[in-house]
């Protein structure tokens, strides 16, 4: 479904890789995570998938397409939710599903069928035909969410997509990416938050510096679930976090203050 072969990306001006000799392939129905620390290189990665920015070498392909030379018949079977909520915020919601739907050709019958299962599996039947300025953060990322779904791609991109969500709304996403995994189709995503990506992700490739240091399998193997902080922090030259148990009471407010 998802294929990147010796990726290479650099910034002019800079004297390393933004993403240097990436090479991965995702299958049909797997959930991937992309894992890094800030400025890792995560985004730059997706960035070359989704055709946003060019490469200097390597290829990439979706669904057999080549985005370079087949730009639009990869972009045809992929969906992607950028991590800035690039919306037009005059329109309403319905409007811009609509203007995302004229794009890929969606036929008006399948765009109300499948905008109205949408609208209820992200909860936005009351705010559909308001404008997306009036959007709280999770109704903006559901939205971009419901617009990128809505030609039924094959390959669903999302970069950071729980960020600064609320429960229920990282809740209702992490179920439409199962739901997405179980038809058959592919998911690639990008995170920091090590609990999702164990308990949702099939695999997950490691990035630090531009380059994948690890590619952990995950669904069905206990063991790298319950080793992907120390790998994780190992890989990114981290430190792993651990609870400190004080070695006495902590003093009450006052206590021990000698008066002047």
Not at 144 to 153: F, G, T, W, Y
Not at 186 to 203: E, M
Not at 220 to 238: D, H, I, S, W
Request: proline share 4%; charged share 25%; with cysteine.
């Amino acid at each position: 479904m998802l294929s990147v072969k010796n990726l290479i990306k650099r910034y002019p001006n800079n004297n390393f890789n933004s993403a240097d000799d990436i090479s991965f392939e995702v299958g049909a129905g797997e959930i991937f995570g992309f894992l890094g620390k800030n400025g890792a290189g995560k985004s730059t990665v997706i960035k070359c998938i989704t055709g946003i920015i060019p490469f200097d070498s390597g290829t990439v392909t979706i669904c057999g397409a080549d985005i370079l030379k087949s730009p639009i018949a990869a972009k045809r079977n992929m969906g992607y939710v950028p991590d800035n909520h690039m919306v037009i915020e005059k329109l309403t919601g319905r409007e811009y599903v609509n203007y995302v739907a004229d794009l890929y050709r969606v036929s008006l019958a399948d765009r109300v069928e499948r905008l109205r299962y949408f609208l209820q599996v992200f909860s936005l039947e009351h705010a559909v035909d308001k404008q997306i300025k009036s959007y709280s953060h999770g109704m903006k990322q559901k939205i971009c969410i419901i617009a990128a779904l809505i030609h039924e791609p094959k390959v669903w991109i999302l970069d950071e997509p729980m960020m600064g969500l609320d429960p229920q709304s990282t809740a209702d996403i992490i179920n439409y990416m199962q739901e997405h995994s179980r038809k058959g189709n592919t998911v690639f995503f990008s995170s920091h938050n090590l609990d999702i990506v164990k308990q949702l992700c099939h695999r997950t490739a490691i990035v630090d510096k531009g380059k994948i240091t690890e590619i952990l399998e995950l669904a069905g193997n206990p063991t790298n679930q319950n080793r992907l902080e120390e790998v994780f922090f190992k890989a990114t030259g981290g430190t792993q976090g651990r609870l400190i148990t004080p070695t006495e009471p902590l003093k009450k407010s006052g206590e021990g203050v000698k008066d002047e």
